[in-house]
């Protein structure tokens, strides 16, 4: 198991952002290098699912709230398929993005919305799932970082979310470690 993961499982691992937005923030990585969850093997996708449900409950029950964001397709900064959890309840109005924006069910339904994309974004909120398309990425990320901020002590700069050090790495290692061992 990494030095990092808070979590580990066959395929899967849950670790601190090394570059938080805000405390609580999280990463469901693969083991073996694929780029986007949307590529993993099926056969891997219970495991993907139990893994998010250990996610959430933690930021439900450590923040009341919790969203999950991945940045999709092969035009991404870091090409590994690393998923965000954070404790954040996003609000996505899908009308304000002219119906491009669509609920999903299941991670099956997201590998149908982006063969041949360039980008995308996969969000998980307490309401539904989405596919956000390429034309529909910067909006809905600037979105993101608003209600982020709003929610937490994440702070915009230039549009952009801060991204603390190892003093909030901390941070979520302690909560994670306080949840898990029901120490609260």
């Given at each position: 198991m990494s030095r990092l993961a808070l979590w580990a499982g066959e395929h899967y691992l849950v670790i601190p952002d090394e570059?938080?937005?805000?405390?609580?923030?999280?990463l469901v990585?693969?083991?073996e290098h694929v780029i986007d969850?949307?590529?993993?093997?099926t056969a891997w996708l219970h495991e993907l699912e139990a893994t998010q449900k250990k996610v959430r409950r933690f930021h439900l029950e450590m923040f009341g709230r919790y969203s999950f964001w991945e940045n999709g397709g092969r035009r991404k900064e870091v090409?590994?398929?690393?998923?965000?959890?954070?404790?954040?309840?996003l609000s996505i109005d899908r009308t304000r993005f002219e119906g491009r924006v669509r609920e999903i069910n299941v991670w099956d339904d997201l590998r149908?919305?982006?063969?041949?994309?360039?980008?995308y974004a996969y969000v998980e909120t307490g309401r539904?799932?989405?596919?956000?398309?390429?034309?529909q990425y910067w909006p809905l990320l600037a979105l993101v970082r608003r209600q982020t901020?709003?929610?937490t002590e994440g702070q915009l700069t230039h549009d952009a979310l801060v991204r603390y050090g190892p003093e909030v790495v901390a941070r979520t290692q302690a909560l994670w470690a306080a949840w898990d061992s029901g120490n609260l």
């Amino acid at each position: 198991m990494s030095r990092l993961a808070l979590w580990a499982g066959e395929h899967y691992l849950v670790i601190p952002d090394e570059h938080p937005r805000c405390a609580g923030h999280v990463l469901v990585l693969t083991r073996e290098h694929v780029i986007d969850h949307a590529d993993a093997p099926t056969a891997w996708l219970h495991e993907l699912e139990a893994t998010q449900k250990k996610v959430r409950r933690f930021h439900l029950e450590m923040f009341g709230r919790y969203s999950f964001w991945e940045n999709g397709g092969r035009r991404k900064e870091v090409p590994h398929a690393h998923l965000h959890g954070i404790p954040v309840e996003l609000s996505i109005d899908r009308t304000r993005f002219e119906g491009r924006v669509r609920e999903i069910n299941v991670w099956d339904d997201l590998r149908r919305e982006v063969v041949a994309v360039e980008r995308y974004a996969y969000v998980e909120t307490g309401r539904a799932r989405y596919f956000i398309p390429e034309d529909q990425y910067w909006p809905l990320l600037a979105l993101v970082r608003r209600q982020t901020a709003a929610q937490t002590e994440g702070q915009l700069t230039h549009d952009a979310l801060v991204r603390y050090g190892p003093e909030v790495v901390a941070r979520t290692q302690a909560l994670w470690a306080a949840w898990d061992s029901g120490n609260l």
